[in-house]
């Protein structure tokens, strides 16, 4: 395990490659520029890393106990018990997370600035979770406002709390949503959604 | 000479008005509900088998020929565009297919997951009519310690998954195989980490945990900036929307190799799609002149496991009509459809009702064309759904992703878990921790694991059984290679180019 061969692979890493523009490949549509990583990134990285690695390994920690306390580990004939299994994944990720944090916290790469830096921007992510927040309490008003009223509920929150939408046609089009997916999949193709018990 | 003669009288048999008419009926029911997320060939069967039963033997199978065929295709569909795997077999078609999406190249990618189905399913059919005894003969000396052995080498191609990453790689793929022992244990009925939630005994529902991962974590991705542009470049030719020659050129060994290998992992029973189509995507990957752009929108990246997740139909069929073995979800309602039918798959089946069979493996192929020529003009319609400007797109595809994940289970609590795995999907790709070895390794794990204790059953706790079998012995250490040169390729590959940067 090379810790040293690790690249950028999605688009929260700063310097994910961005591809060539051209008439096969044209460029998406808001791109991030990419902007050189300053010491207070790499500082920060290497320690999201190492608590990570630690969190990892706290975390299967807890499981390995759970596995060889409430699970058999192994049958009354010697064979493999329920706990087996997850016993073992808990230790190698115990020893995965260990892995990361001692690669990110003494690892030359991640020392020097060489590895790739994640970006963390503080209303980006607000953003990303206040949808998230949304579709939480969404999934808690479907049991019992039902599928239409629960969805129109969501869709009043990204339009006036999310996205802050002015726009009329954009605003009409999302109220639309629901009852139209309703149509669709309740009426058309018989695929039975939520119905709501407040209702009854 | 036999089964030239006997596909020769399915095609006449087959291709009769009505038929033709059913089939395309069939595709375009397929590709409609294969759509939905949740919904996968097995679930689209089923909601559409009693239509399918009212007519005679032949053209109610030709009939499910179409639907399965088109649900297929309909689940790349919403692959492609917005990185929800409707099934597992789809996952592996997220990873370069909606990066082609994101590049305004969705009708390419669209376009070549219709003529690889339509190339692969072609080998298949090819492969089912004259491979069939061969074929069945070396799946039936499949057993667990085959199964664990085959199992084990997967896992370790999921690593290849992970980009240059290993160690994030192996952490995903653990949590992955981790989040499979949830639920009861087979061989014990003892409830693992259910926490007594009922809803949790039978396992965390993979359309849940992939449509959380990869659809919600990347719709939270993509809001994090505020935008009233559409997301995504659509180009406005038509031209550009098709796949040119050149795509196809540059895919067509991805496609045949995709159709070769799909067929074979097909035949076995258990090891279906998913194995199949990220397996093909794998030596896509090694043997690809575009490797490097294999996972970043690499045309063959989609034709690869698109050709195998279509083709392993054709070989999932030798099991099912020699044997009566199923091999899948599908294969077990097309089984139940044959007895409802009152036809005994098995050795004789292609004797006693050679009058069914053919027409059955006849329309398989016409399914393919079927679905080539109704979805390739589709194919810019699909594309262009792209324009729609984000803030209204990924409303919906909350909604889609809703609708499809309670639909399984028609489960509150699924979507509750669709939910928790959306998080997670965001975190890990702000960590930068790759999501496709978590969601393969799910699907694969309760195989490995029921299959390696079957296996240490029969040798009484002995793993010396896995190196006594030819097969398994091959596959272990076929397993063993692959192991060495991911942990040692690297490394002489970072050699290799410090000595050429060194040159220059």
């Given amino acids: 395990m090379a810790p040293n061969t690790e690249q950028p692979t999605t688009a929260a890493v700063s310097q994910d490659p961005v591809p060539d523009s051209g008439p096969d490949n044209p460029p998406a549509a808001d791109q991030p520029e990419s902007v050189a990583p300053t010491a207070g990134d790499i500082l920060r990285t290497r320690l999201v890393h190492i608590a990570l690695g630690l969190l990892v390994a706290a975390v299967s920690g807890w499981l390995l106990y759970r596995s060889r306390t409430e699970l058999p580990v192994y049958g009354e004939n010697g064979q493999a018990g329920a706990g087996y299994l997850p016993a073992l994944l808990a230790l190698c990720l115990i020893g995965l997370g260990l892995a990361l944090a001692v690669v990110w916290g003494f690892g030359p790469r991640a020392r020097n600035g060489e590895a790739p830096i994640l970006t963390f921007d503080r209303h980006k992510i607000a953003r990303a979770l206040g949808v998230w927040l949304a579709l939480a309490l969404y999934a808690a008003l479907l049991e019992p406002l039902g599928f239409t009223a629960a969805s129109e509920v969501l869709m009043l929150i990204i339009i006036v709390v999310v996205e802050r939408m002015r726009s009329i046609p954009m605003i009409i089009t999302l109220l639309l949503l629901p009852p139209a997916f309703y149509f669709l999949f309740q009426e058309l193709l018989a695929v039975q959604l939520p119905f709501g018990t407040l209702w009854y | ?504």
């Fill in chain 2, 1 to 504: 000479m036999d089964a030239i003669n006997g596909l020769l009288s399915g095609f006449a048999t087959a291709i009769t008005p009505t038929n033709v008419l059913w089939l395309v009926v069939g595709c375009l029911m397929g590709t409609l509900v294969g759509i939905l997320p949740g919904l996968g060939p097995p679930a689209t069967i089923s909601i559409l088998l009693p239509l399918a039963t009212g007519f005679d033997p032949a053209t109610g199978l030709i009939m499910m020929a179409g639907i399965y065929y088109g649900a297929k295709y309909g689940g790349s569909t919403t692959s492609i565009l917005m990185n929800i795997p409707g099934e597992s077999a789809s996952v592996v078609t997220c990873l370069d297919g909606y990066e082609m999406a994101k590049q305004g190249r969705a009708g390419k990618a669209l376009g070549i997951a219709a003529i690889a189905s339509f190339v692969a399913g072609t080998i298949g059919v090819i492969g089912l009519t004259f491979l069939a005894p061969i074929v069945a003969d070396i799946a039936v000396s499949f057993g667990p310690p085959e199964y664990s052995a085959l199992m084990i080498f997967a896992l370790l191609l999921v690593i290849m998954l992970a980009g240059d990453s290993m160690l994030k790689g192996f952490i995903s793929m653990f949590i992955g195989l981790f989040l499979a022992t949830i639920g009861t244990d087979l061989f014990s009925g003892e409830q693992r980490f259910t926490g007594g939630q009922i809803e949790l005994a039978g396992g965390i529902e993979f359309i849940a945990l992939s449509i959380g991962i990869f659809a919600i974590g990347e719709v939270l991705v993509n809001i994090e900036q505020k935008t009233q542009k559409p997301l995504f470049t659509v180009p406005s030719k038509l031209r550009e929307l098709m796949p040119s020659g050149k795509d196809i050129r540059d895919s067509s060994g991805s496609m045949v190799q995709g159709g070769i290998v799909g067929f074979f992992i097909g035949v076995l029973p258990g090891a279906g799609s998913t194995v199949a189509s990220f397996v093909s995507y794998i030596i896509a990957k090694r043997t690809s002149k575009n490797r490097k752009n294999f996972g970043k929108g690499a045309i063959e990246g989609v034709a690869a496991p698109e050709a195998a997740n279509n083709s392993e139909t054709g070989g999932a069929m030798i099991p099912l009509l020699t044997m009566g073995i199923p091999g899948s979800g599908t294969g077990a309602i097309l089984l139940g459809a044959l007895v409802l039918y009152g036809l005994n798959p098995g050795p004789l089946l292609f004797h006693e009702h050679s009058d069914v069979v053919w027409p059955i493996i006849a329309s398989m192929y016409l399914g393919n064309i079927a679905l080539l020529v109704m979805n390739l003009p589709m194919v810019p319609f699909f594309a262009k759904l792209l324009n729609t400007p984000y803030q209204v797109l990924y409303p919906g595809i909350l909604l889609v992703a809703v609708i499809g994940t309670f639909s399984v289970n028609f489960s509150i609590f699924d979507v509750g878990l669709l939910i928790v795995f959306g998080l997670l999907g965001y975190v890990m790709r702000k960590l930068d921790i790759p999501a496709a070895p978590l969601v393969l390794a799910f699907v694969l794990g309760p195989i490995a694991e029921n299959s390696i204790r079957q296996s240490l059953l029969l040798s009484d706790n002995s793993p010396m059984i896995y190196l006594q079998r030819p097969i398994s012995a091959v596959l272990i250490g076929l397993a063993v290679l692959l192991l060495l040169v991911l942990t040692l390729g690297g490394k002489s590959r970072k050699v290799r180019e410090q000595m050429i940067d060194a040159e220059v």
